[in-house]
């Protein structure tokens, strides 16, 4: 099947960056949107940006302009570079990535393990 590891959390402080990176790998015929979700504490899980196949990204408005989505289509990557982080971004970030797989019908989506992200004030 499909496997995503992603990487790059961790903690930093107030007005920092990170960069969050999620890696498909399995019997992937095609990749369409790729995504970045988050979930806070006691909270919903939330889209933060998104990029469709051979199509420009969107954010969600709490991270336009801080926050930028990109994807490798050679290695079927995904990017988060996150700056001007704000302790409100503290969550655990998650990639998403809707597929077609090998020799099978239908189009599938799968989530990566999820990474945490911390940001101190």
């Known amino acids: 099947q499909v496997q995503l590891v992603e990487s790059g959390g961790g903690l930093v402080q107030a007005g920092g960056s990170l960069r969050l990176s999620c890696a498909a790998s399995g019997n992937i015929a095609s990749i369409n949107a790729m995504a970045w979700y988050r979930q806070a504490p006691g909270k919903q899980r939330e889209l933060v940006a998104i990029i469709p196949s051979g199509g420009g990204p969107n954010y969600a408005d709490s991270v336009k302009g801080r926050f930028a989505i990109s994807r490798e289509y050679a290695k079927n990557t995904v990017y988060l570079q996150m700056n001007s982080l704000k302790p409100e971004d503290t969550a655990v970030y998650y990639c998403?990535?809707?597929?077609?797989?090998?020799?099978?019908?239908?189009?599938?989506?799968?989530w990566g393990q999820g990474t945490q992200v911390t940001v101190s004030s």
């Open positions: 998403k990535i809707d597929v077609t797989i090998v020799s099978m019908l239908g189009k599938y989506q799968y």
